[in-house]
Structure formats: C-alpha cells, structure tokens
C-alpha cells in the first residue's frame, strides 16, 4: 500500500515538474518570438543610424548620429552633419584645433581683482561706550 502511494507522489512530482518546464519554455519561446517580432516590424532605416560601423577609414557618406569605430586609430567617431567628429573625450581639442582656438586657462578671482576668500563683514561693538 504505501509502495502505491509512494508511485503516486513520485508521478504527480514529475507531471508537475514536467507542467512546469513547459510552462516556462511557453513564455520563453513567446518573449523570443515578440522580440523578433517586434525587430520584423521596425523599419531598416531605424536602424541605420544608430548602427555602429566598424571601418579602417571613415565612411563616404553618413547620417546625422550616425556611429563609426575606426579600426585604424582605434577611435570612435560620429557624423555631425557635415563631418565625422571623434566620439570621445579629445572632441574639446578638436573643436579648439577646428576653429583655431587657443585654450586659456580659467580666470581666478584673484585675477579678476578680488580676493579667492570669501569676505564676511561683522559689526564693530562699542562696549566702553555709555549710551
């Protein structure tokens, strides 16, 4: 008898077990295919912007946003418009070197005729004073 009753547990483990696997490889399966199904449905053209190209040289023609890794001086770039900018922290002396700026160093207050410390004013006290 209990043997039975063991056999029975044991099957309704594994038919739960297996409602369970199958359970969750439905709701994988269904993620996975709306995914897909979502790519499927957006336009190429979304894409071609913000897909990053990986080139030796930079690209004939571009879309604004539009993002490239140059393979040769291992720097990413991005197509402002009218050129590839770098994508990276050197866009400042880019810029600078662009418009032939010369950086100056940021002005202190010292420089400016002040002082670097903040003055307070306190009221003068009379103690000795009768009023």
Excluded at 58 to 80: L, M
Aim: proline share 7%; hydrophobic share 35%.
């Amino acid at each position: 008898m209990k043997s039975q009753q063991t056999r029975i547990q044991q099957e309704a483990q594994t038919h739960s077990l297996v409602k369970r696997i199958v359970l969750s490889l439905s709701i994988t399966v269904a993620a996975l295919s709306l995914q897909g199904f979502n790519t499927l449905l957006t336009p190429v053209s979304a894409y071609a912007a913000s897909a990053k190209m990986w080139l030796p040289a930079e690209p004939a023609e571009g879309k604004v946003g539009q993002v490239y890794f140059n393979t040769t001086d291992k720097r990413e770039y991005i197509y402002n418009g009218q050129e590839w900018v770098p994508h990276d922290a050197s866009i400042d002396t880019y810029v600078l070197k662009k418009g032939n700026i010369t950086p100056t160093p940021a002005a202190s207050p010292a420089d400016i005729g002040g002082s670097s410390k903040p003055t307070t004013s306190t009221p003068a006290i009379n103690r000795g004073a009768a009023q």
